[in-house]
């Protein structure tokens, strides 16, 4: 146990709010689905913004990023700033498009959009997609994170982690659905905050400072690039020539030139329109969206880095431990501290597991299960840079310091979780049961089904997560998984002729493909401790998560744009009904003839220059607050560039939104 009684009251205390928050808001909640999954459509812009800032810092944030920038460097952060990209095109086109429509999943956006019994089939398939397959990951990688620090603070063991931290969640979110959501995330951003600085700054200073970092860090590298730089080093040679273009150099070309606009989350993503649905009106949802992803990329990350940097100084990565024989595992000790290994002659060999010094008395993490065949000089066990930011709150911070860390830490996980277990349940009960199943029943019937698929829901992730190992691994398996719809989902927005059966087939093509790359072509299936559940392990060695998301956007795209083709056109008559409602941009030619009604004029070279406005908002700040703690002298002009993108967007937005201002309630 490394907490001591304050810091523990501290964690109670929290708990105990979350759940009187429960309690308080269990009637409203139960109302009706509209009330238990979306706050009855009332929320405020800023209250919109902070509850999607809150919900994607989970537990498992800072402890992937600690991960990222210890094994590579800074430069892999690119792995989700590419994003901000999508989150911009948000900003000043897309969740004016949600709103207006009024949806409350994107599943049911399918039979508004399209209609027919092709619209049908994609709103089954996606209510189940959401329901019981990305919801179900990404509350995997969150519970995998929980046990992860549960570890290290209270030394228990994985499978208690997982069923304390599912009853913790469970026991308000069931009660107060997303009204509880929100309310705790307002909370749990400013606690987040708190905390995550407090540890920066303490950690910063523990370790010698700026001068101490950049001296002891210059030059040094990680696995596949400098760990300082914001960039990674090319190879020799000329851009053209192919030594130019290292791993990490051409893994960031992948997520500038690919990632952005072929993940899922490209015209918003379920947890960002969730929270749009839910917001007062096409404006509140657009400026809430706004503060989320000043608040996303700008603000939060480099408190992190931070103290991922400051752990290479004082908690060293250490040798793996290797089997010094070819056998088979045979016994692994209860406290995980010996394997023992049965070599081909029938002969025993006891393998002791040891914590190397500056990791606080926490173990390597063991890389194989009872029964696995192995190796000689297969990896036994080997630390997890995942744990380096736990091990740096045990390290340095002081008592009631750590008990409020915790806590941000327990709020962030809460955060999470609460927000997809009602998000799946929102999908199982919207577009599967009320649709396909029971119709028409009292509005009460369909919150109590809610409350059963979260709890079946979240048993599913923490199943997942007692097979999982790695976060990162998990969060580069979900980009793949869905990394081949984006174009179609952007596509939707902007041209008629996408059908059901082009999202039909740009989601089977996209979840099979990297099903296939993951598993199948993947050492040692069925999965085991050795091939952790998301990871890139190919035969050839070949196969890169980098090159898992080309191949499968590749295929993807190509496979939905024949289809798209081939197919018969839509009657833009079924679609006039969609267009008037949401009055979108782009190629609809046929269809707005008939509506009568078109896009505001000019409206397409508005959200173009906002969109860029806002990146130099958005990377100005992240890339200048990271350069001035580094000590770089060109930080000063990544802020001039931020203040000339507010510029920007302070011209742009108010204009875009002047039709939305007043609009509110008629939606649904």
Known sequence: MQMAPLDLAILGIYI??????????????????DQFFLAGRKLPWWMVGTSMVATTFAADTPLVITGWVRDGGIWRNWLWWCF???GMLTVFLFSRYWRRLGVMTQAEFAELR??????????????????????????????????????????????????????????YSLMSGFWGVAVTDLVQFFLAMIGAIALAVIAWDAVGGQQEILTQLAGKGGESGEILGFLPSPGAGSWTDLSFWTTPLAAVAVYLGVSWWATAGIDGGTVVVQRIAASKSPAHGSIGTLWYNIANYA??????IAVALASLLVVPHGEPIVSPIAGTVVE???DQKRVTIEGTQGDRTEISVESIEGWA????????????????????????????????????????????????????????IDTHVNLAASYYVNDLHRRFFQRNKRPEFYVTVARVASVVVLIEGALLASVSSSISDLFTFFLAFLGGVGPIYLLRWLWWRITAWSEIAAMVTSSVTTTLITFVFNKGWPVTALTPLGSVESEAGVITAEGRIVI????????????????????????????KKVRPVGAWGPVRALAGVSSKKGEGIAVIGGVFGGLALIWGLTLGIGAW??????????????????????AILPGLLREDTTQGEENR
Request: neutral net charge; charged residues 15%.
């Open 16 to 33: 105990a709010f979350a759940i009187a928050v429960g309690f308080s808001l269990r009637q409203r909640a139960s109302k009706n689905a």
């Open 299 to 304: 603000l939060r990350p480099w408190m992190w």
């Open 84 to 86: 901000a990209v999508g």
């Open 114 to 171: 399209y209609g027919g019994h092709g619209a049908t089939a994609l709103r089954a398939a996606l209510g189940f997609f959401h329901a019981f397959l990305t919801n179900p990951i990404v509350l995997c990688w969150v519970l995998l994170a929980a046990a992860k620090i549960s570890d290290v603070l209270f030394d228990i063991d994985k499978t208690t982690s997982l069923g304390i931290a599912c009853a913790i969640c469970l026991s």
């Open 629 to 650: 703690m580094l000590g770089h002298a060109w930080s000063w002009t990544a802020f001039g560039a931020a203040a000339g993108g507010a510029v920007m967007v302070a």
């Open 552 to 579: 499968v956007v590749l295929l993807s795209t190509l496979v939905s744009l024949v289809v798209t083709l081939l197919r018969p056109r839509p009657d833009p008559i079924k679609l006039v009904s969609f267009y």
């Open 332 to 334: 692994i000790s209860d």
């Open 361 to 416: 008395g926490v173990l390597p993490t063991l890389r194989v299960d009872v029964e696995d065949t192995i190796e000689e000089s297969t990896v036994i066990a080997s630390t997890d840079s995942e744990k380096a930011y736990v091990v740096m709150m045990v390290r340095f911070l002081p008592v009631g310091l750590l008990g409020i860390v915790v806590a941000s830490l327990l709020a962030a996980f809460m955060s999470t």
